[in-house]
């Protein structure tokens, strides 16, 4: 397993081909203007990921999903306090229901595929959860289970992967970035 900082100057883009899982922060980040990390990965899905000639296949799976749901909005919340800004219930409901059409679309249209583990997966995940945590240890072992790549911004999750080496044989690379990335902190 590789890291490959997709902000770094020798990234020129994923393979022809890729298969990628991306992590909840990565849509997160993707559906929401208010996210911190909204310019550089809607940058990256226009750039790298959306353009047809790419053919990079994308994959979530049902916990991902299940993350995307149940954190939609916080992060208008979270710009509402961190900027000071009136609390906007409807502008909040909006967008969660915003996501909701968004990510039905992309899995509908099976722009997202979704993946699922089996018992393998499922041994590994238990292995993994105490370094991982329960959902990271989850979409950590069925990307190895499928041998596919793995996007993030999460840091500490690309670093507790990298520690975990000898139980992820599979997973070819982690796409990550630099927290100096971010639009705000």
Known sequence: MRKQDFNSSDFSGF???????IDTCILNALFSTADPWHSTINQL??????PEEN????????????EVMHL??????????????????????A??????????TLIDQEVFKVLDGDKNSALKQIELSDTLGAADALNASIANL????FLTVDNRLVNNM????????????????NPRHMDYK
């Not at 053919?55 to 299940?66: E, F, Q, R």
């Not at 939609?72 to 409901?93: M, V």
């Open 15 to 21: 393979p022809y081909g890729a298969d990628i899982l």
């Open 146 to 149: 499928y041998g596919i790549n």
């Open 72 to 93: 939609n909005g916080r992060a208008l919340e979270n710009y509402y306090l961190r900027f000071d800004l009136t609390f906007d219930q409807s502008a909040i409901q």
């Open 95 to 104: 967008f969660r229901t915003f996501t909701k059409n968004t990510l039905t």
């Open 162 to 177: 990298m520690s975990n080496l000898s139980l992820l044989p599979n997973i070819s690379t982690i796409y990550y970035t």
């Open 45 to 50: 899905f226009e750039e790298h990921l959306f």
């Open 55 to 66: 053919a990079i296949l994308l994959y979530v799976n049902p916990v991902i999903i299940n």
